[in-house]
């Protein structure tokens, strides 16, 4: 499997092990021979306090797309549902569903299964040392953050646009490619107007702190919100081991739709000449 030990990387492909050498890294669980996944008590129990705490914080923070998927999901309070029952909803709305995958994929799989309409969802939970900011995507991520958006026409396009992409790319546009995927379906914000901004990244509405964070007005802990242009995106460095010092606003969800009508491989090919912006969050030493 391809592994990107860089601090800019894929979410998804990146393992707790590559960053955290003395952390145990996270396995997923594997479905039986009925397709059940089973979790533990404990688990069930990870997913109740996270789905409570996450839902006093989103109605006001989310945007309204993702608020409506939520209600479309009906995901069940006391326990990890089955992706099945998910799948039901997504095959209604747009035609996407699940696929159960181990906590690291290879580019190849991820844009193969984005291709296809299959958004991939790893099957563990994370810790409790782990509940307000995860490296690695799991269920909760996946579900609670993405999910609901899924229901969504633009969001969905995005989605199996950006596998098709990905598909065809070399190595190094894959790279450029992983930072629109970032900015936009992992940490995008919506709402031009600061007043009226909402979220609909995932990895974001996925983090209780940092669903907080990311619409902050204090003056000591306010983010960096920039207007979504695709080329400065193609080209800001980011790191997945802390909250984002920087977000990207697009003016409504359906601008993902404007994204994805763009020249995006071209645009790719000119932010590899010009090459990467100056980082500005610290280095981090090996």
């Given amino acids: 499997m391809e592994r990107l030990q860089s601090i800019d990387s894929p979410h998804k492909n990146v393992s707790a092990s590559s960053m955290t ?34 839902a006093k914080q989103t109605p006001n923070r989310a945007c309204s797309a993702y608020l409506q998927g939520l209600d479309k999901l009906n995901l069940p309070p006391t326990h990890i549902p ?13 035609g996407w569903q699940t696929a159960a995958v181990p906590a690291l994929i290879s580019f190849g799989k991820f844009f193969k299964l984005l291709a296809n309409k299959s958004f991939p969802v790893a099957t563990f939970i994370r810790r409790f040392e782990d509940m307000d900011y995860i490296e690695e995507p799991d269920i909760f991520h996946e579900i609670v953050g993405h999910c609901p958006l899924l229901t969504h026409p633009a969001f969905a396009m ?90 990207y606003v697009i ?31 610290p280095l981090k030493i090996s």
């Fill in 21 to 54: 050498a003395k952390k145990q890294p996270y396995l997923s669980h594997q479905p039986d021979a009925n397709g059940h996944i089973h979790y533990s008590d404990d688990e069930h129990a990870m997913w109740q306090v996270l789905l409570e705490r996450q």
């Fill in 158 to 247: 995005f989605n199996e646009t950006y596998g098709k992409l990905g598909l065809n790319a070399t190595k190094e546009e894959r790279g450029f490619l992983a930072r629109l995927y970032w900015f936009t379906i992992e940490f995008g914000l919506v709402g031009s107007n600061p007043e009226n901004r909402r979220i609909y990244g995932g990895g974001i509405l996925s983090s209780p702190s940092e669903t907080v964070y990311a619409l902050s007005n204090e003056p000591q802990s306010r983010p960096e919100c920039r207007a979504f242009d695709l080329m400065d995106v193609l080209r800001t460095p980011y790191r997945i081991d802390q909250i984002q010092p920087i977000y």
């Fill in 82 to 94: 089955q992706l099945r029952d998910i799948d039901e909803v997504l095959q209604a709305t747009t």
């Fill in 251 to 281: 003016d409504e969800l359906d601008t993902l739709f404007d994204i994805i009508d763009s020249d995006i491989m071209g645009m790719v090919k000119q932010a590899m000449s010009l090459g990467l912006f100056e980082p500005t969050y």
